[in-house]
């Protein structure tokens, strides 16, 4: 069971790009019970944002910014996640190319991230890491993206951002993962995921959708979640909404009440 229900911004994204259209999103999403957020990068000023969300009651649990930037731009990060107030410092995914092509590549990603990670440490952040369903890839013939990034992602500096659709859509179990990363998942996605047929070649497509609304088993997840002790329970739905994000986050929030205190 757990207190605060956080939503993933990704998903009224097309409504955060002025501060007029961010203030009613806020007020919209505080209404429904949302009083956590994980961010996307901002299309207006940062402190701005910061305080639209806090005018709201909704605090920053995580973002999800600019690897290049984390990179190579640490000062500016670090700035902006004290003005939120926030520790966790994340990118959506890796970036494009050899990183998710060949070994090699894969590997020079994972030691950039954890010089990273080793200097905002000392600063006293934390980098995250959100996958997707490509991870599950078996990059060498044997292992998988995903394995070795648990092999070898420092655990002190760097958590994952797990997320229960895209473990599913990857082939994998979504317990025996959340157990896998106990201890490295401070921050969980909450997604659903069905089935749909495609109107032009027949074939059955998994697909997003609200939480509880799709094929995942939530009584066992979420027992799973509490047992490896996650602290932020985030909502993300990419696409296929009822109407709005809106009213697919209101189905969100009304189904995952049962698991709140």
């Not at 994340?90 to 990273?116: Q, T, V």
């Not at 044997?142 to 394995?147: E, Q």
Request: hydrophobic fraction near 40%; charged fraction near 25%; charge should be negative.
């Amino acid at each position: 069971m757990f207190k605060k229900l956080g939503v993933q911004l990704y998903t009224v994204r097309d409504y955060l790009k002025d501060p007029e259209f961010a203030d009613l999103t806020f007020a919209t999403l505080a209404k429904m019970g949302y009083t956590e957020a994980h961010t996307v990068v901002n299309a207006f000023d940062e402190k701005l944002f910061g305080e639209l969300l806090a005018k709201h009651g909704i605090s920053v649990v995580g973002t999800h910014y600019d690897y290049n930037m984390i990179l190579n731009d640490p000062e500016k990060i670090i700035e902006i996640h004290r003005m939120w107030n926030t520790t966790n410092i994340g990118i959506g995914s890796m970036p494009l190319g050899d990183a998710r092509e060949s070994l090699d590549g894969l590997k020079k990603f994972i030691s950039d991230y954890n010089k990273a990670a080793e200097m905002y440490a000392k600063e006293g952040f934390k980098l995250t890491y959100h996958h997707h369903n490509f991870e599950f890839v078996r990059i060498d013939g044997y292992k998988t993206i995903m394995d070795i990034l648990v092999e070898e992602f420092d655990p002190e500096n760097i958590t994952f951002v797990a997320d229960t659709c895209w473990l599913s859509a990857g082939g994998a179990d979504v317990c025996a993962w959340l157990e896998k990363l106990k201890g490295r998942i401070d921050i969980l996605h909450l997604k659903d995921m069905s089935l749909k047929r495609d109107k032009t070649t027949k074939h059955l497509l998994p697909y997003i959708t609200e939480v509880g609304n799709g094929n995942l088993t939530w009584d066992p997840i979420m027992e799973t979640a509490e047992k490896i002790g996650v602290k932020s329970y985030v909502v993300e739905q990419d696409t296929n909404f009822v109407g709005s994000p809106f009213n697919s986050l209101k189905m969100s929030a009304d189904f995952l009440a049962k698991y709140m205190k």
